[in-house]
């Protein structure tokens, strides 16, 4: 099983920032992908950003040039910053882990959500 688990969500004014963290561990060979969703009340999962193994990044076009998403300093680990945020930046986030497990099937797992607020 792998494990994903998100922190850094909070409450922020308009125009603030907040960085998100994700952490993926358990029994895989390894990770081709992680990536961040979101999910607001009423609406449809939605993608927000998505780092590969080879380090290419995908963003909505909605946080293009606000969001951020890296690596982090540790082994399977990634950051979403983000900065300038909007009220429609309000939801629920979620980390995306895209794996292959122990015995070669692919895993995607997901954490249990972190909530972002944004106060207009």
């Known amino acids: 099983q792998v494990h994903v688990a998100e922190s850094g969500g909070g409450l922020v004014q308009a125009g603030g920032s907040l960085r998100l963290s994700c952490g993926a561990s358990?029994?895989?060979?390894?990770?081709?992908?992680m990536g961040w969703y979101r999910q607001a009340p009423g609406e449809q999962r939605e993608l927000v950003a998505i780092i590969t193994r080879g380090g290419t990044t995908n963003y909505a076009d909605s946080v293009k040039g606000r969001f951020t998403i890296a690596a982090g300093n540790a082994e399977n680990t990634v950051y979403l910053q983000m900065n300038s945020l909007k009220a429609e930046d309000t939801a629920v986030y979620y980390c995306?882990?895209?794996?292959?497990?122990?015995?070669?099937?692919?895993?995607?797992?997901w954490g249990q959500g972190t909530q972002v607020t944004v106060s207009s």
């Open positions: 358990g029994s895989f060979r390894r990770i081709n992908a």
């Open positions: 995306n882990v895209d794996a292959v497990t122990i015995d070669y099937t692919p895993e995607k797992s």
